[in-house]
């Protein structure tokens, strides 16, 4: 088990590599006069354009400035804002509660409603209450989550006059008004998510149910209850959740349309705002982060899955 | 190079054989969901191409009644600058399906090069491609596309690249294994033992068998680059602008009057999903369709 941690630890130190020499290459390959684009003037002057220069770290050479700024960034480092000169890792670590807590939500929503779903689905296959729940899945996949979010405001307020208390508070200060203030959003989110997680969960139960361990079961005399949920879904899981990695990278990416859709203040805002400021450094922080997030999350799916599957484990 | 006629004499054969009609016919009769789907699909694309000539009025008419609701004049009614939402939602099926197709043709001329070179050929460059897929992999799609058309600007070809990067990853992984499972069959012995160069074997002999996962796989990845422009025109980042609208911006310009007029909060959401849903439909028959093998297998 050490072993395979350590094994999949180190994998993600190129991936992460890969992805700093990226984001530092990006802001370098920008078209056009920086100064111009980030102070979003026609003529800046030169001292100006210097000063903006230092930040980014554009005035030396560009292998002076990739080491230089990666020893900052795993000093936990990442600058200053150009445009308001406060420290970009401040600002993302302000936010950053805001943006987890609505992956959390949703990713906890898109379980507690797809699993089910899924499993009631494989047991009723291709009965009628399978085909609707399957054309339903469909559906929902094709909603994108800002238009869930869209219905979701839109409609409570129109029949019932019902709205989200509107500023925002953290979870700690009022834990039922930060809650309120985010369900809606994480269920909009977790909606799309939650209709692949049934589709795979019936997949995999469906699978699973076939096997002769199954069969072995049941002949054992156990409850149908107990063969489905301890004995088939224990196994479906494992399927089920490398799943939910792959979708991962595409679903936290719906966290920046719906924050700045319910106006939360979290790094998706952070990460609009910054594009139309075109605040270079906030915006190389933030793609950081996210990625940081991201390999982190598959990282913890990866482990799992040798705590779920004892194969992985001897392997 | 002749790959692409190469590709049709080896393909033709089972069309010809069976009758390209009939076998559609038979397909559709089989699979009427499917086959409803396909004709979705061909609808949206006629939209697109020939929008100009059926939509009613212009998208930028404003000589309308503000806020109308949905009427035999104004099917989908009209907006909060007097425009008709009908006109708008066909003019902007031009965007949302250019940039997906374009975002597809990408993924497709990356993910099929990548994955048949790296399956085939494995070793270094092997390692490289499933390297590329991992990193893609640890990007929040939608904040690569942002961060790209922030550096590049809202054009056309930006997005479209940077929608199409995010989808190479999957495209790969499915030629790629593909590819793998075709490489240790017989036939490719038989070329190699052949003198055939890997060149040869690779786009002759490995293409037009992995072509069916290649056209399911693309037809998903429409669904999913339609969604993906669609987030980034709603946050006000794609190619659309007042005058050329998408579905996306649509629903974000009339943010303000969705509980006065629910038809504006409805429409352009609809028109979306309704896109998706037809060419994830679509896909899933035309893989049932092509390879019965693959059936369930996503």
């Keep these: 088990m050490g072993k395979y941690i350590l094994r999949r630890l180190l994998l993600s130190v190129p991936i992460l590599f890969i992805t700093t020499v990226l984001i530092f ?72 509660n805001t943006t987890v807590e609505l992956a959390v939500l949703s990713i906890f929503f898109a379980f ?28 929902w996949l094709s909603m994108p989550s800002f238009w869930v979010g869209t219905l979701l405001i839109t409609f409570p307020a129109m029949w019932w006059g019902y709205a989200t208390p509107t500023g925002y508070v953290h979870f700690w200060q009022d834990p039922l008004k930060n809650l309120e203030q985010l369900y809606l959003p994480a269920i909009a989110l977790g909606l799309a998510l939650s209709a692949i997680l049934a589709r795979f969960t019936r997949s995999a139960m469906l699978e699973e149910l076939r096997q002769d361990y199954i069969r072995t079961a049941r002949s ?26 792959l979708q991962l990278a595409f679903f936290l990416g719906g966290t920046v349309v719906l924050e700045s859709l319910f106006s939360l203040p979290g790094l998706g805002t952070l990460l609009y705002s910054s594009v139309i400021t075109k605040d ?36 | ?18 009758g390209w009609v009939r076998a559609v016919a038979q397909a559709a009769a089989k699979n009427p969901a499917g086959a409803l789907a396909g004709l979705a699909c061909l609808l949206l694309v006629f939209l697109a191409v020939f929008g100009p000539m ?59 090069f990548c994955g048949i070179t790296g399956g085939y050929l494995g070793g270094a460059w092997d390692a490289a491609v499933t390297g590329f897929v991992n990193v893609m992999f640890s990007y929040p799609s939608l904040v690569l596309v942002i ?45 190699v033992a052949l ?25 998903v990845n429409i669904g999913l680059a339609i969604l993906i422009e669609a987030s980034v025109s709603f946050l006000g980042l794609g190619v659309s602008s007042d005058t050329n609208p998408s579905w996306g911006r649509m629903l974000q310009e009339t943010r303000n009057v969705w509980q006065q007029a629910w038809w504006t909060a409805v429409v352009p959401g609809a028109a979306i999903s309704f896109a998706v849903v037809a060419f994830n439909v679509f896909g899933d028959a035309l893989r049932d369709w092509l390879d019965p093998r693959l059936r369930g297998s996503r």
């Design chain 2, 195 to 219: 003198g055939a160069s890997p060149l040869r074997i690779m786009f002759r002999h490995i293409l037009p068998n992995v072509t069916a996962y290649i056209i399911v796989v693309a037809s």
């Design chain 1, 112 to 139: 507690a409603a797809g699993v089910p779903i899924g499993v009631y689905s494989a047991m009723k296959q291709n009965k009628a209450a399978d085909v609707v729940l399957r054309g339903l899945a469909i559906g």
């Design chain 2, 147 to 191: 961060f790209l058309v922030t550096i590049f600007g809202q054009h056309f070809a930006v997005i479209s690249i940077a929608i199409g990067l995010i989808l190479t990853p999957y495209t790969i992984r499915v030629v790629r294994s593909a590819t793998l499972a075709v490489r240790s069959l017989q036939y490719i012995e038989a070329a």
């Design chain 2, 54 to 112: 059926v939509s009613p009025y212009s998208p930028n008419d404003v000589n309308f009644p503000l806020l109308e609701s949905p009427s035999l004049s104004h099917p989908f009614g009209t907006d909060n600058l007097f425009r008709d939402l009908f006109s708008r939602i066909i003019y902007g099926s031009r965007n949302s399906l250019g940039v997906g197709f374009a975002a597809v043709g990408v993924s497709l001329a990356l993910g099929v």
């Design chain 1, 220 to 245: 054992k005399g156990l409850r149908e209850r107990v063969v489905v949920s301890r004995h088939a879904l224990k196994n479906a899981m494992i399927q089920i959740i490398t799943h939910l990695g």
């Design chain 1, 25 to 96: 290459a990006g802001v370098r390959i920008v078209p056009g006069d920086i100064c111009q684009i980030v102070l979003q003037i026609p003529e800046p002057a030169p001292e100006q354009c210097a000063a903006l220069k230092h930040d980014l770290g554009l005035d030396k050479p560009a292998a002076t400035q990739y080491f230089r700024w990666l020893g900052n960034v795993l000093t936990v480092d990442l600058g200053v804002s150009v445009v308001n000169k406060r420290p970009v890792a401040g600002e993302i670590s302000e936010r950053l």
């Design chain 1, 280 to 315: 270079f450094t906030m915006i190389q922080g933030l793609v950081l982060v996210f990625a940081v997030i991201i390999t982190i999350v598959n990282l913890a799916i990866d482990l799992s899955y040798a705590w779920l599957d004892p194969r992985v484990r001897y392997a």
């Design chain 2, 1 to 18: 190079m002749a790959f692409a006629s190469d590709i049709e004499v080896l393909a033709t054969p089972t069309f010809a054989s069976r």
